[in-house]
T-cell receptor, first 112, second 116 residues
Framework: NAGVTQTPKFRVLKTGQSMTLLCAQD?????MYWYRQDPGMGLRLIHY???????AKGEVPDGYNVSRLKKQNFLLGLESAAPSQTSVYFC???????????FGSGTRLTVV | GNSVTQMEGPVTLSEEAFLTINCTYT??????LFWYVQYPGEGLQLLLK?????DKGSNKGFEATYRKETTSFHLEKGSVQVSDSAVYFC???????????????FGKGTLLTVNP
């Protein structure tokens, strides 16, 4: 049981490049989330999904897109990376919110 | 709306000291409360939880009691170890009315450093 798996773990992008971060969960969870974590800012929700084929905006969605074509996968896309998107990105999933989230181990992204 | 306020860090303690990290919350419904821990370079892990008033969550020597009257969920440990050095996040999920809340609300995190 792998839980929540994020790929890649590290990435360096040049300004203007695009990339996709993949989150995969094998727990049959309905809810999935993308957060970013910056020093002194805590966790900020980018986008989330309450089920296959659905997505919704979080607190800081600008510059990001997401897709949930399959229940087990939640993709986060950066179409044109900017230095302000340098951060650590965490994916999480949940079956019932009363049980909390399961987090992935994170993707450290640097945009130069 | 929902909110979580936890004490600002950093908190620095000596090994075997007593730990308290304060957490208070505002919620519109009937929240479940959580403490997550993030060790350096890792993702967040669920440390403990409580789903109703007066419940006590406990794990790895940490405890927190859900106090509805004071809207608090303070994290405590009687004797900390160097290996407890991490960032601790308080969080809530609010079932609320209408069942439309689909996410946790997190505090900003408290950095704990334990020195030998």
């Amino acid at each position: 049981n792998a839980g929540v798996t994020q790929t890649p773990k590290f990435r360096v992008l040049k300004t203007g490049q695009s990339m996709t971060l993949l989150c995969a969960q094998d727990m049959n969870h309905e809810y999935m989330y993308w957060y970013r974590q910056d020093p002194g800012m805590g966790l900020r929700l980018i986008h989330y999904s309450v089920g296959e084929g659905t997505t919704a905006k979080g607190e800081v969605p600008d510059g990001y897109n997401v897709s949930r074509l399959k229940k087990q996968n939640f993709l986060l896309g950066l179409e044109s990376a900017a230095p302000s998107q340098t951060s650590v990105y965490f994916c999480a999933s949940s079956y019932q919110l009363e049980n909390g989230y399961t987090f992935g181990s994170g993707t450290r992204l640097t945009v130069v | 709306g929902n909110s979580v306020t936890q004490m600002e860090g950093p908190v620095t303690l000596s090994e075997e000291a007593f730990l308290t990290i304060n957490c208070t919350y505002t919620a519109t419904g009937y929240p479940s409360l959580f403490w997550y821990v993030q060790y350096p370079g890792e993702g967040l892990q669920l440390l403990l939880k409580a789903t109703k008033a007066d419940d006590k969550g406990s794990n790895k020597g940490f405890e927190a009691t859900y106090r509805k009257e004071t809207t608090s969920f303070h994290l405590e440990k009687g004797s900390v170890q160097v290996s407890d050095s991490a960032v601790y996040f308080c969080a809530l999920s609010d079932r609320g009315s209408g069942g439309s809340n689909y996410k946790l609300t997190f505090g900003k995190g408290t950095l704990l450093t334990v020195n030998p």
